[in-house]
């Protein structure tokens, strides 16, 4: 039986876990602390199926001066940590120069098709359906400009890729959504994506499944990681584990481990926040707010307020600002009562610069896989390309092309 240890138990280890037992692998799933702790909790917890097209770094001069000046609150950056990420941030404005992120879009939509599908098995085998809303989500314009914007883009989305959306005027905005206090210029419905009350949850019960069905999940540090005889070993708190195969899936924490391999990954490391409010009434469905670039989730622990991309030094300490920002402006839109944590909770979108995953085969290491690098849709994709991964290591037909995702693309 071939063996691999996968280490990370986010979203995108817990999928390629499941997929390698599906093949018939021996599975030993490693992370330093219980699944779907990281990345995996904190999102806004949205299956995006509209998410066709791989996020692009602005690149209108009023967008970029947006931001430039700290009016925008999509992306707020430190300027210390700015030189930190120049490298990364010039190869992500190069790779989203228009054709380029259109053959990027051609594979990140091939791949995307399958997210809910492949989320929809697991799903029910894992018991997890009171976790899912099936009803898609929707995103708010203040301005009628920027609601004509919004329209023409969901055309083009239908038009290219069957992207299903609905346009709300105000009115039925604010009857679909009876706690919104205010509804702008209307709303996009995007009619297929899932949402889910408690995405730490449905890891979980993912990795439930990935136990009940035998495999083995085991705390354990990632940096011990090194060669041995049989292929690969791990340290874990019950004692050494080897495999023939290893698989790295640590979200943003994998270019730290793959440096000591001699590996250099440039990723665009895109800080985000949450907390959660407690709120008299709450909204049915996600809510994005463009203008803020903020979304409120109803989830399981009160109304979950999340923020864009914050730019700053991985060590660097919390800065409340957009955090603060999005929250008053989610004010203007729902009553909240009171936040639930003192203090809010952030983590790490790990997006690489050429908008694209990565998923395959070390390019100098043999039976060692790269599963990483899923940006703003990791939670949404890691069933689907961690099936994507395993087809690869089991040496069978990939479902989608794979190419356009192999570490050694350039
Ligand atoms: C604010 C915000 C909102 C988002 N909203 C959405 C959304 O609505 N939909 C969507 O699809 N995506 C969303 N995302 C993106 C998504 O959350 C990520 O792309 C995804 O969670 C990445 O999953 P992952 O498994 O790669 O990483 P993680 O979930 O971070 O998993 C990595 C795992 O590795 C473990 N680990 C790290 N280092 C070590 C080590 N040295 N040893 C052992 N274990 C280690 C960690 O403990 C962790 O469990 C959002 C992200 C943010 C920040």
Redesign the pocket.
Same mark, same amino acid.
């Given at each position: 039986m071939r063996s691999a240890i996968v $280490?990370? %138990?986010?979203? *995108?280890? /817990?999928g390629t876990a499941l997929h390698l037992q599906q093949r018939g692998w021996s599975v030993i799933l *490693?992370?330093?602390?219980a699944? &779907?702790?990281? =990345?995996?909790? &904190?999102?806004?917890? @949205? @299956?995006?199926s509209e998410?066709v097209e791989p996020y692009a770094m602005p690149r209108d001069w009023a967008s970029l001066f947006a931001i430039a000046t700290g009016r925008s609150n999509d992306v707020h950056y430190e300027v210390g940590a700015l030189p930190r990420h120049l490298g990364a941030l010039l190869r992500y404005w190069w790779h989203s120069a228009p054709r380029r992120h259109e053959s990027a879009a051609r594979a990140y939509a091939s791949l995307i098709a399958h997210a809910a599908p492949e989320h929809a098995g697991l799903i029910e085998e894992a018991g997890a359906a009171d976790l899912v809303r099936r009803g898609g989500f929707r995103v708010l314009h203040r301005a009628a400009r920027a609601m004509d914007a919004g329209v023409a883009e969901a055309e083009r989305l239908r038009a290219r890729y069957g992207v299903r959306s609905r346009v709300l005027s105000p009115a039925e905005l604010g009857a679909a959504e009876p706690a919104l206090k205010a509804t702008g210029a209307g709303a996009i419905h995007w009619e297929d994506p899932w949402s889910v009350r408690d995405?730490g949850a449905l /890891?979980a019960a993912y990795a439930a499944l990935f136990t009940r069905r035998g495999g083995t999940l085991r705390q &354990?540090? %990632?940096?011990s990681l090194a060669p041995s005889g049989r292929g690969w070993r791990v340290a874990t708190a019950d004692g050494p584990v080897e495999a023939e195969a290893a698989v790295v %899936?640590?979200?943003?924490?994998?270019p730290? $481990?793959l440096r000591r391999f001699g590996y250099r990954v440039a990723m665009v490391r895109?800080?985000?926040? #949450?907390r959660h409010w407690r709120s008299r009434r709450t909204l049915a469905l996600?809510l994005l707010d463009a203008q803020n670039g903020t979304?409120l989730?109803p989830m399981a622990a009160g109304l979950r307020i =999340?923020?864009g991309a914050e730019l700053s030094r991985p060590e660097a300490a919390i800065d409340p600002v957009q955090l603060a920002r999005a929250e008053a402006a989610a004010r203007d839109l729902v009553d909240l009562d009171g936040p639930r944590e003192n203090a809010p909770w952030s983590? =790490?979108?790990?997006c690489m610069p050429d908008l694209l995953p990565v998923i395959g085969a070390a390019p100098r290491h043999p039976g060692l896989w790269f599963h +990483?690098g #899923?940006? #703003?849709?990791? +939670? =949404? $994709?890691?069933p689907a390309s961690g099936r994507l991964l395993a087809e690869a290591m089991s040496g069978e037909t990939p479902f989608v092309p794979a190419a356009p995702f192999s570490p050694g693309r350039r």
């Open positions: $280490l990370g %138990a986010g979203m *995108v280890g /817990v *490693v992370d330093r602390g699944p &779907g702790r990281e =990345t995996s909790y &904190g999102n806004a917890g @949205i @299956i995006q998410a995405p /890891v &354990g540090e %990632a940096d %899936a640590l979200g943003p924490w994998s730290d $481990l895109k800080r985000g926040y #949450h996600p979304v989730a =999340t923020t983590g =790490t979108r790990p +990483f #899923h940006g #703003h849709q990791g +939670f =949404t $994709l890691g």
